[in-house]
């Protein structure tokens, strides 16, 4: 099914990372020049015992798959997208579901942007979690759900949770300019799986509850929210 996937992506010439024909490649990651700048992407996912027996997914030298997330993998990933590009994208699969940000995902972020990351984008945990900047780089540490196709478990963490992020962000010159989030709502308990973006009179809320662990700073435009960066 991987290869399949990856065979009609690749005939339709569309550009794509995270899963590959090997570990060899994936530790090359995916440079895409536009305006003459190399944006680099490069994806990593979680450490589970059952992705390496149940769920085979973690990529090898003669095996498709995906990057195990390690330290190995991450430095060397990361150092080798950093040489031949000029902004590095990181993706992480990452977390707990429905849950608040974990220890290892705050360690791992960091290790990302010791290691020369420019922006980490984390899913997994199917909820919105709140954005970091370490070292003046922005770690959105879950964007949540876009669409999905179950009803999902959103039972489980409190309201202000229940969102995807829409992010959107500026390079110019090689460096992360601007940087906005719009709540849209995913609990397909209330859209129907029809995604909707939330009313802007609820962002206070969301925005309080969410980054209450961090000192972040932002503001409202429009129907975004743009997080400031130095």
């Known amino acids: 099914g991987l290869l399949d996937t990856m065979k009609y992506i690749n005939e339709k010439q569309l550009i794509h990372f995270g899963a590959d024909i090997n570990k060899e490649r994936l530790l090359s ?112 540490y879950s964007l949540g759900n876009f669409t999905f196709g179950s009803l999902g478990r959103f039972n489980k963490i409190e309201e202000h949770f229940h969102y995807g992020w829409i992010a959107e962000f500026r390079i110019i010159n090689a460096q992360l300019k601007k940087l906005y989030l719009t709540p849209l709502k995913t609990d397909n308990r209330v859209v129907r799986y029809q995604p909707e973006i939330e009313d802007k009179e609820n962002y206070p809320g969301i925005m309080e509850t969410v980054f209450a662990d961090f000192d972040i700073q932002y503001k409202f435009i429009n129907n975004k929210i743009e997080i400031l960066i130095k």
């Open 29 to 140: 990651g995916t440079i895409v020049e536009i305006k003459n700048v190399k944006i680099g992407f490069i994806g990593f996912m979680i450490n589970e015992s059952s992705y390496e027996t149940d769920f085979p997914f973690y990529a090898d030298s003669n095996k498709s798959g995906v990057l195990q997330l390690n330290e190995e993998n991450v430095l060397t990933g990361i150092g080798n997208v950093k040489r031949n590009s000029d902004f590095v994208i990181v993706s992480f699969h990452w977390g707990n579901t429905y849950s608040k940000i974990t220890d290892s995902q705050l360690k791992w972020g960091k290790v990302a942007v010791d290691a020369g990351a420019n922006l980490i984008l984390g899913h997994h945990p199917h909820v919105i979690q709140a954005v970091e900047i370490y070292n003046n780089v922005p770690i959105i």
